[in-house]
Structure formats: C-alpha cells, structure tokens
C-alpha cells in the first residue's frame, strides 16, 4: 500500500459553500413575504414520492439497515456497500477514509469548475490542493490522487459518455489515485449509471459511486444517500459513518420507496410531460427575461447561462420581486422544474415581470 510522505494540513474553519433550498434564510433577510415565494432554488422533484403515516414505534426503535440494504439491491442492480445520512454524509467521509488509509500518494483533488461546491469544500478541509477541469477529458491527460465526477452535473447537465468513464477508471487505477462519481441526479436517467456499465462482482478499488434519495425522489429531508465501492473498504467506512447514521423512519421510508415500482415509472413519465409544458408555456418567458437561450435543460432541473454574473444577479433579483426563488450562481441560473400544478402561478409571475418591463421601457437596472 503506497505512504502518504507529505499528509496535508487539515482546516475545518473555512467557510462553507451556499446552497438552494434556503427560504429560512430569507426569510430573516427580507421578511415573511419569502415564504409565499415559488421555492424553485432546490432541484428536488417537485411532486415527490408521497409519505405514508409513520408508525410512532419507528421513533423508538435503533436503526437496522438489512431491510433498505435488501431492498436497494434491487432498486441500484447492485447491494450497496454503506449507507449514510444522505450523499453529502459520504462526500465528507472520503477524504478522511483515503487520507488515513494511506492510499493517496499526492494532494491534487480535481473537481468541475461548475459543479457541486461541497465536494472540493470537503478535500480543502483536510488540506487537499483543489484543481479544477472544464472538460472530463483534460482528466485523462493529468496526474491527480482523487478526480471528482459529477454525473450528470449540477447545474451544467454535463453527462459523462460511459467510454470516458471506463478511461477514467483505468487512469485511476494506474496512478493509484480515487475516482469519485456522484450520481445524486442519476435515477431519472438510470441507464447512465457506471454502476450498470460495471459488470464485474467487484467494483474497482479505484472507483466510488454515490446515490441519493433527495433529488428524483424528492426526500432530501429523510438524508439517506448510498456509497458503492471495492469490497476492501467497506469495513473502514462503516467504522467512519458510525454504527447508526440514519435514523430508523428515515430507513423505512425510503425502504418503502424503492418498492413501489407503480410510483417510480409514472414518476419517469410525469418529469416527461411536466418538462414539454415547461418547454412550451415557460422557457420563452425565461429566455426573454435572461436576455439569453443558452441553456440546458435536466429532468430535474433547467439552467441559464448569463453573459456576466452581475446579470445574473439583477434578474434573480428581479424575479424575487414576482415571488419566485431561483438559484444563482457564477454567471448562472438554476430553475428546478415545477410541479405541474405551479405551471400556472409562475407563468402568471413572469407575464407580471414582462408586463413591467415593457411598461418601463425594459431595463434590468430599472427593475432590479
């Protein structure tokens, strides 16, 4: 097993990357006019799995994993090697798995430029060097001890061709470095799984794979998330994660989603039909507003991409002032696809916005 000579400086005082899903927080900066705003800053499915009555013993019984274990076998085609509390509960227990088991030889953790903050705000904690890549073929010509891939990206929808992720793989394990793939946006696309183009018994000892229940489900609430990885470190992670790092209705309820195939498939359909009336009713509206159509659309979630950031900014401000809460960014725009049934209300909201525009002679700063 290679030695880490130079084990990096860990840092847990850095400031933390910001998220969507925050309407608490502003509602304590503008007030309780937040809380009637359009929450669309959350990329979780916005008709969710529906939650059944809970039964009061699940809150006083210890959390046993064998039932969701069994049950996700069947849902991922593959038993995952630990359960934690959400993907984000495995995206933190990397760094110190690999930097204690001594693995990792160096200290250049590639990461998206646009993509999931936490992930290179998790290696910066423990001293890691954070590269960053455009493109996932620049990955294959350099040298890295963990490459963080994104599939497909939030927000950038970037889906990684599964030729590049075997390549990847084998990079990996040639350098003896880690290649990290969170899936967490996967299961409306399942067939884009690495987990379904590995068909060895074994995943490699290179590779780590996650998925969650928080975006197509819609629990992110419940954090419950799935880490799938070579036999070896199975035992080290779950000693990491600790003996009961979910509690037990959380286990029940995602248990009981996995089952109900009837949910899942209208579910796959319903994202279908929800993004052709998004299509047709909204975009138009958007890219207008935007001032730009350069952008992509997810089953989950549709992203614009702003000239400059400071645009970016003026008009999720101004969408703010019609009651719709957006995700913002460097330069871009996140729009979690609506339910079917908020189709209207923001339609109606940007028709507001356009008619104001035009009143005033449309200028961002005027409306901002």
């Not at 608490?24 to 800053?41: E, I, P, T």
Request: net charge negative.
């Amino acid at each position: 097993m290679p030695v880490n000579l130079k084990r990096p400086f860990v840092n847990l005082e850095l400031t933390a990357p910001k998220h969507g899903g925050d309407l608490a927080y502003w509602q304590r900066k503008v007030g309780n006019d937040a809380l009637n705003w359009l929450d669309l800053s959350s990329a979780c499915n916005r008709e969710p799995w529906p939650i059944p009555e809970i039964p009061a013993s699940l809150w006083m019984d210890l959390p046993d994993q064998t039932d969701l274990l069994d049950e996700a076998e069947r849902y991922f085609g593959r038993r995952p090697t630990a359960i934690g509390a959400g993907s984000q509960h495995i995206i933190e227990s990397l760094p110190a798995l690999l930097r204690e088991s001594g693995y990792l030889t160096g200290q250049t953790v590639l990461v998206p430029r646009i993509g999931y903050q936490e992930h290179a705000f998790a290696w910066q904690k423990w001293g890691y060097d954070i590269a960053y890549y455009d493109a996932l073929e620049e990955l294959l010509t350099q040298q890295w001890v963990v490459a963080v891939v994104i599939q497909p990206n939030n927000p950038t929808g970037e889906i990684a061709p599964a030729k590049i992720l075997s390549q990847l793989i084998a990079h990996a394990e040639q350098q003896g470095a880690s290649l990290v793939v969170d899936e967490a946006f996967i299961d409306a696309s399942p067939e884009l799984s690495v987990l379904h183009q590995q068909k060895a018994a074994d995943l490699s000892e290179s590779l780590f794979v996650m998925r969650s229940v928080g975006k197509f489900f819609g629990l992110a609430g419940a954090r419950v998330g799935f880490v799938f990885c070579a036999p070896k470190w199975q035992a080290a992670l779950k000693n990491l994660l600790g003996p009961w790092p979910v509690a037990t209705p959380s286990l029940h309820l995602v248990c009981l989603a996995f089952a109900d195939q009837a949910w899942q498939s209208h579910a796959l359909q319903d994202l279908k039909v929800r993004q052709a009336a998004f299509v047709e009713r909204v975009m138009p509206k958007l890219n207008t507003i935007f001032d730009s159509q350069d952008s992509v659309l997810n089953p989950l979630f549709i992203t614009w991409f702003l000239d400059r950031h400071e645009d970016a900014a003026e008009v999720f401000e101004m969408l703010h002032q019609v009651g719709v809460h957006t995700r913002l960014g460097e330069g871009w725009i996140r729009v979690a696809l609506p339910a079917l049934d908020e189709m209207d209300a923001l339609n109606s909201a940007l028709i507001r916005l356009l008619k104001g525009a035009a009143g005033s002679g449309y200028s961002r700063g005027e409306l901002a």
